[in-house]
């Protein structure tokens, strides 16, 4: 989000009650020693709260935003006239700073910086732009002139790369329009349609897929309530967040680049800031119970933005719009670590079907800062990066001197720099602190994964290899858990079910077929659900998924070991309430449901349920089989 932007919201029932709200730019830093940043491999990829480099080692995204690509325009007035862009600074919808200094030259002092990644927005706009930018755009750069928008952005791509940083794309807008408030880009969908959104990122994916160091798809910048309507998360409808990124994540990593992060952002604001009217920041709290789980089970981050003068429950706005809700500026340091919390990091906790790890992928404060109470929020929020080893980008990297001064590094037209790496900068120390702290490095073990299932609106079939093999049970609503994972628990009846590799790692033969059971004709070892439909599979085979059609179970999918299973078992009953290991490991995957669950040393070996009148058809009971003979 940038500097100063305009965040308006609708409010009463006659009128629009237009808020400002702005989102700064900006962040802070001192000299330090040029990092190295040639040391890692890409493609990245998670181990649990981790993000881990191609050998397996912490790559912990130290970042920043390098903004300009996804517009500066603020909508009002004539777009030629630079007093009508963000700050002033019109960017002619590529990278800032290229009129002002020269590729080289800005690479070098992102190194200064010590960040090792860059996460850098673009617009859909941007991307279909057929029209040059103009000379004075690239001034300091001349082998980019003759040029269109996304030619300077690939130009920019490669150097970054080519130098040793990560690039974490990201789509801010669908216009080349500042973000972010009533602007037409307060949704992924909001000027285009959710095919044509997720179309433009396989196109943006495939463009760099043979660059290992670009790493990331960051789906889509501060999702919010537009004037008649809020985005949500698992609703179904067109305004779900939670199925727009899981459909263009996994449309990415199946059609475009398996390698990237898929980075999702919580949602960002919802309802109308009038005191006594519901309205707040949800970030990312219905994670705690709608996670994603994508094709490939270590490629998903989650993401937040903090600034100190917006607040969980007020929008940033000044006057006009402003509620008397605290801003995360006017909370304690305890109640503001809380906050973090509640609102984020709670994602990083192990053994969880949330376990993701949290990039803040924008905070920032200006240089020209007096406020104490702003100063003191910005001290406090990089201690706590700096304490929890949080992965953070700040906003923004580049402005222009005496026009942004929120921004790491600035250029006047002669290309001199300003900002952080001068003295006299008081958010130096912050940022130095949040640079040089101990910070987790090298291997890290993998973990356990734990991912849900939910077939609430259709099918969520994850395993590349059942998807391979058609559609195993038509008319149905189907889930089948990520290859190399294994169905450990069900819900009653909300059909959400949970995955894991506990104990096991990828269980599966290679290779092996697949059943799917409609009966109970491979039941065997006793009648383990008596008075109960069982479908249990073959020997030698476990549950993957399962379907459903309507509340009734209609299949389990089985797929063979590599190794062999013991047999016998417990049934595990969960219709009248939960039954599940004491240690909860996988966290809540269907609230208010019961639910059932095998303990780590087992597999699901059948599923049962009744159809008897009067009687919820779902699922009853599992049965819960040995591991190992």
């Not at 890692?40 to 881990?52: E, K």
């Not at 099918?459 to 169905?487: E, F, I, M, N, T």
């Not at 209609?554 to 797929?559: G, H, I, M, P, Y």
Request: hydrophobic letters at 35%.
């Amino acid at each position: 989000m940038p500097t100063n932007r305009l965040v308006r919201y609708l409010t009463a029932a006659v009128a629009v009650l237009t808020l400002l709200a702005t989102t700064p730019p900006a962040v802070a830093a001192a000299e330090q020693s040029p990092t190295t940043t040639d040391s890692w491999q890409g493609p990245l990829s998670t181990r649990g709260r981790y993000i881990v480099d191609a050998r397996g080692n912490r790559f912990r995204l130290r970042s920043a935003n390098w903004d300009g690509a996804q517009g500066s325009w603020t909508g009002s007035g004539s777009a030629t006239d630079p007093a009508n862009h963000h700050a002033g600074q019109d960017s002619h919808g590529i990278p800032l700073g290229l009129d002002r200094a020269s590729l080289p030259t800005l690479l070098a002092d992102f190194h200064a910086l010590g960040i090792n990644s860059v996460r850098l927005p673009f617009s859909n706009e941007m991307i279909h732009a057929t029209t040059p930018v103009p000379d004075s755009a690239v001034a300091a750069n001349p082998r980019l002139r003759g040029r269109t928008p996304l030619q300077v952005y690939d130009a920019v791509v490669s150097a970054l790369t080519g130098d040793g940083f990560a690039v974490i794309l990201n789509n801010h807008t669908n216009s080349s329009r500042w973000c972010c408030g009533l602007d037409g880009n307060e949704r992924w969908n909001s000027g285009q349609s959710t095919a044509r959104w997720a179309d433009d990122w396989v196109f943006m994916a495939r463009r760099y897929a043979d660059d290992p160091r670009v790493v990331g798809a960051d789906l889509y910048n501060e999702v919010r309530r537009d004037v008649w309507d809020d985005p949500n998360w698992g609703l179904g409808d067109a305004h779900d967040w939670y199925a727009a990124a899981q459909l263009a994540g996994d449309r990415i990593l199946t059609e475009a680049n398996p390698g990237l992060l898929i980075v999702v952002e919580g949602i960002n604001w919802t309802g109308l800031p009038v005191d006594g009217l519901p309205h707040g920041r949800p970030t990312l709290t219905p994670v705690r119970t709608l996670s994603h789980t994508l094709v490939d089970a270590h490629k998903l981050v989650y993401s937040a933005h903090f600034y100190g003068y917006t607040g969980p429950r007020h929008s940033g706005a000044t006057g006009i719009g402003e509620t008397h809700d605290p801003r995360y500026q006017d909370l304690t340091r305890d109640q503001l670590n809380q906050t973090l919390a509640d609102q984020a990091f709670f994602v990083t906790t192990e053994g969880q079907h949330y376990t993701a790890p949290v990039w803040i992928s924008e905070f920032g404060i200006g240089a020209g800062e007096t406020g104490t109470a702003a100063r003191t929020w910005f001290g406090s929020v990089t201690d706590y990066f700096a304490d929890h080893d949080a992965d953070f980008a700040y906003w923004p990297l580049i402005g222009w001197e005496g026009h942004d001064d929120w921004a790491l590094l600035r250029y006047d037209p002669t290309g001199h720099r300003y900002g952080i790496l001068d003295q006299g900068d008081w958010r130096a120390t912050a940022w130095q602190h949040l640079m040089t702290a101990p910070s987790r490095s090298g291997p890290v073990a993998a973990t356990a994964v734990w991912r849900m299932l939910s077939t609430d609106h259709g099918d969520q079939v994850q395993s590349l290899r059942v998807r391979a093999g058609g559609d195993w049970d038509p008319g149905a609503y189907k889930a089948a858990c990520p290859d190399g994972l294994r169905l450990a628990g069900i819900g009653h009846t909300a059909g959400r079910g949970l995955c894991t590799d506990t104990a096991t790692g990828d269980l599966r033969a290679t290779g092996g077929t697949q059943t799917v059971v409609t009966d109970e004709r491979y039941v065997q070892g006793g009648d383990w659900a008596s008075g109960y439909t069982k479908l249990q599979c073959p020997t030698g085979q476990f549950v993957i998924g399962y379907s459903r059609r309507g509340a009734r179970v209609s299949a389990a999918l089985c797929a063979s070991a590599r190794t062999p299973l013991g047999t016998g078992g417990r049934t595990v009953w969960f219709d009248r309430s939960d039954n599940r290991p004491a240690d909860g490991a996988g966290g809540d995957f269907a609230y208010g449901d019961h639910k059932g669950q095998c303990a780590a040393d087992e597999y699901a070996a059948g599923i049962a349920f009744t159809a008897r009148l009067g009687s919820t058809p779902g699922p009853a009971a599992l049965l819960c089989a040995p591991l190992r003979p």
